[in-house]
């Protein structure tokens, strides 16, 4: 597999139409993608000194931030829109130039707006994945 820059990691937001359209969310710095098991401690006397952990519930957020560059937020709309509902949004997490991504059903679990006197206005959103995401390769 070959290298590949973080720019090329993008959150897409989805219109929640009936052909649903993504759209690149604008001006984004930072993506991440968070991947998690949850610990089921399964050990007892007989385990030793070594404890017995196996993996349990699953589940997957997307971190991002960037500026916001008006007029062009319709992604970044859609998120608070929907934040403040709240209703589940689908989104997408393109990993690469080959259009390997995950999509799935989203919560949005925090929604930031930030405006400092010198510097680009900026959010901060958090989504948790609120179905089995699928992943699909490019």
Known sequence: MGKEVGRKVLVKIGD?????????????????????????????????????????????????????????????KRVMDAFVVPEQINAQLILNDTGDYWQAAFAITQCNIAGPKDNPTSYDITLKAAAQPVFTAG
Do not use: R
């Open 16 to 76: 929640g139409g009936g052909s649903e359209v993504f759209t690149t969310l604008a001006g984004q710095k930072d993506a991440t993608l968070t991947m998690q098991a949850g610990e089921i401690d399964m050990s007892d006397k007989a385990s030793g000194v070594w404890g017995e952990t196996v993996s349990g519930d699953l589940s997957m957020s997307v971190q991002v931030s960037g500026n916001c560059n008006w007029p062009d937020t319709t992604g970044l």
